[in-house]
T-cell receptor
C-alpha cells in the first residue's frame, strides 16, 4: 500500500517569513495530493490540492509543488501570519479509475511567532 | 447546520459501557468516513461507506461497529472499549459515484473519547 512521510514534525517561524513542509510518497500510481489544515479543537480542513498532471498550484499565500519523478510534494506558505499556526497534513491517493482512499502523513505543527 | 456535524463533542465512558457516536453531513455527499486521530497515528482511516454500503474496513476491532442508514448519517457504535481506544474520532464526507468515493473530503469537528 501507499506510505506517506512528512517533514518536519514541528516548524517555528517568525511572522512574515515563509514556511515549507515536505512530503514523500511511495506508490507511483498516486495522482491526487491534498493538504489539510487542522486548528485546535477542529477537524482538518482542505486548503489546497494538486493532481499529477500539474507541477505547481497557487492560491494567494499558499502554493503546492509536485515532483512526480522524485515522488515528493511540498506546501509553501509565504508571508506567514499568526492565524497560520496549526497542524498541517499532506495526503496521497489515487483519484479516478482504480481510486484508493487517502493516506495521510504524520502531520507538521506550524507555530508562527508574532 | 452546515457542513459535517458530530455529536457528542466529548464523551467519557467506562470499559463496560455501550455508547454511540453520530455524524451528519449537510453537503449532499454520497460517501462517509470514520477516522481515529491519536498521538501515535495522527489520521487513521477506520471505515468507508459509499451510497450506504461499506467499501472499506481497515482491520478495525469488532468493538467498533459502524452503521450508515442513509447517505447523510453515519454512526459508530462502541462497546467494551479499552483505554487505548481513547482518541479523537473524526467523521468525513465526500462526493462519489457508484464506482467509489471521490477524494475531496470534508471533516467534522470530531468527538473526543476518553475510556476509563
Amino acid at each position: 500500500g501507499e506510505n506517506v512521510e512528512q517533514h518536519p514534525s514541528t516548524l517555528s517561524v517568525q511572522e512574515g517569513d515563509s514556511a515549507v513542509i515536505k512530503c514523500t510518497y511511495s506508490d507511483s500510481a498516486s495522482n491526487y495530493f491534498p493538504w489539510y489544515k487542522q486548528e485546535l479543537g477542529k477537524g482538518p480542513q482542505l486548503i489546497i490540492d494538486i493532481r499529477s498532471n500539474v507541477g505547481e498550484k497557487k492560491d494567494q499565500r499558499i502554493a503546492v509543488t509536485l515532483n512526480k519523478t522524485a515522488k515528493h510534494f511540498s506546501l509553501h506558505i509565504t508571508e506567514t501570519q499568526p492565524e497560520d499556526s496549526a497542524v498541517y497534513f499532506c495526503a496521497a491517493s489515487i483519484s479516478g479509475t482504480g481510486r484508493r482512499a487517502l493516506t495521510f502523513g504524520s502531520g507538521t505543527r506550524l507555530q508562527v511567532q508574532p | 447546520e452546515t457542513g459535517v456535524t458530530q455529536t457528542p463533542r466529548h464523551l467519557v465512558m467506562g470499559m463496560t459501557n455501550k455508547k454511540s457516536l453520530k455524524c451528519e453531513q449537510h453537503l449532499g455527499h454520497n460517501a462517509m468516513y470514520w477516522y481515529k486521530q491519536s498521538a501515535k497515528k495522527p489520521l487513521e482511516l477506520m471505515f468507508v461507506y459509499n451510497f450506504k454500503e461499506q467499501t472499506e474496513n481497515n482491520s478495525v476491532p469488532s468493538r467498533f461497529s459502524p452503521e450508515c442508514p442513509n447517505s447523510s448519517h453515519l454512526f459508530l457504535h462502541l462497546h467494551t472499549l479499552q483505554p487505548e481506544d481513547s482518541a479523537l474520532y473524526l467523521c468525513a464526507s465526500s462526493q462519489g459515484d457508484r464506482t467509489g468515493p471521490y477524494n475531496e473530503q470534508f471533516f467534522g469537528p470530531g468527538t473526543r473519547l476518553t475510556v476509563l
